[in-house]
Structure formats: structure tokens, C-alpha cells
């Protein structure tokens, strides 16, 4: 930090140095808006940025650089928490950008929501974990929710923010592992990773989302955002005749398999799900087994 970057700010140089540096532990402490003796102050980190402006109630506020790598704060008077507003930037590069600050949002879980993951006893918790399409206070974008009990810093990487893990690092829920951050813009199909920082020696490190509902195909390796409540079931025969067996009387026997080694095509090609349903299901059949147990399918 120069020294007439070394002004007046509501926050310590040590903790823009840590936000721009990558390693602050808890960045909603300091980015977003957050109230102050002088009024509200609103913190934005943004690298790329050559100038950033607030948009609040029809005023276009410039925000004062702090760090030459982009940070960047305003403190405006009159306004209070809550205040909706969004974030103009302009770019080294002369593009003009428009968003919604992904630090103006609360979390979206509840505490039982994070008892229960942090217990281990959510039964559905792919319904919270991984990244979900949503709307938070009118703005549609993703909320990613991830477990790393032992991280020191966890952020959402992508094509969205050059995969810099500076610039989105995720809220950390003391006492259950959790990380979390509602990013607006994003929709499906977006790329993404989690970059990790260790709390041994700093080891940094990026990796796909376990409970991703979508991946890349190798050798690519990014997780992909993706909408998998829209699938329209079919299956309400099967349903209706499954009801009228009962487990603890009938004849079970079960073939484990693992798809990807279990057939291939030609000698060296992985059969698709639906060329799987052409030649597993018969054999099964001839077989005698009553029940198919897949091995995990997960990319991670």
C-alpha cells in the first residue's frame, strides 16, 4: 500500500491487507455495507477495477481507492443497513460493469439448517449443499454452500470472477464447518470450483464441488452450475407397483456393479446411461437379481 493510499479509513490496513492478500478469514466482517459512527460504509475488492461507483437512491457515489490491487470504500452519511444499492465498475480494460454486491446479502440458512449439517443428520443435505439456483430479496442468482471444517479461507472460483479466489471468498458458520455466499448474476451453466487455503502453511488448493449436480467433461474438471429440479418423472407406474411389495417378505437379491468399468464399448469406450439400460437390465434379469446397487457416480 502506497503512502497516499494510506488514508483515512474505516478499517485497518492490516485487514485490507489480509482481504486483498487472500487470506482474511471472515471478509463479510468487511466487505458490503456496515455501519459506522459516519455513516454506512460500503468496502468493495475488486482487482480488476480502475474506478468503482455506488448506485444509491438515483446518486452515483465514487468510491475512494485504498489499495492500488482494488479495494475500495465510500461512506455515506445518511443511509442506514439494509439500503439497496448497486455497484458500477469500470474496468482497466474501459468496460463498464453492472452488479449487485454478493456482501450486501445475508445468509440463507437457518439454524437448523446449520445443526443439522453440522450434526451429520440432514437427511436430503444435497438440498443445501453444493450450488442452488435462487432468489434472495428480488435478485436472481447462485447460493453456493460447501463443508470445510478445517479450512482457513474458502471462496467460489469461475470464469466469473477470472477464477480468483480473492475475489469471492464465502462466509464461515462458526461451530459447523460451513462455508456460504450468494453470488447475483450467475445462472446455470456457469463454471465453478472452491479454492481452499489450508491452515497448513497456507496450502492452497481448488477443487470440484462434491455434491455438484453437474460436471465437465474430463479432462476438464470444473463443476457446473445446474437446475435439476426441473426433470419431469415418469415413473408413476412403477411407483403405484412398488407400493404393493413389501421388503420384509419378498425375495432380494442384489448385483453391485460400478458403470464405468462394468461394460465397455469396442474394448475401450464407457457406454452411455441409456445404451447401460440396453444391456444391464437384461442381464440382470436372466440373472435372477431382484435389486441393482450402483457404486458412487459422483465427480469429485
Known sequence: MSQEEKQISTVSVQEIEAVVGGYHGNPFAILGPHETADGLAVRVFYPQAQEVTLLFQQQALPLTRLHWDGFFEIVVPDAALGTSYQLRVLTHGGETLLYEDPYAFNSTLSDTDRYLLAEGTYEKAYEQLGAHLMTVNGVAGVRF????????????????????????????????????????????????????KTKYKDYTVA????????????????????????????DDAWMRNRAQHNALNGPIAIYE????????KDGWEWLTYREMIGKLIPYVKEMGYSHIELLPVAEH
Open 145 to 196: 454452500l460447501v463443508w470445510a471444517p478445517n479450512a482457513q479461507r474458502v471462496s467460489v472460483i469461475g470464469e466469473f470472477n477470472n477464477w480468483d479466489g480473492r475475489r469471492h471468498p464465502m462466509r464461515f458458520h462458526p461451530g459447523s464447518g460451513l462455508w456460504e455466499i450468494f453470488v447475483p448474476g450467475l445462472a446455470q451453466g456457469s463454471l465453478y470450483k472452491y479454492e481452499i
Open 207 to 234: 477443487k470440484a464441488d462434491p455434491l455438484a449436480f453437474a460436471s465437465q467433461m474430463r479432462p476438464d474438471t470444473a463443476s457446473v452450475v445446474w437446475q435439476i429440479n426441473n426433470y419431469q418423472w415418469q
Open 257 to 264: 456393479l460400478h458403470l464405468g468399468s462394468w461394460r465397455l
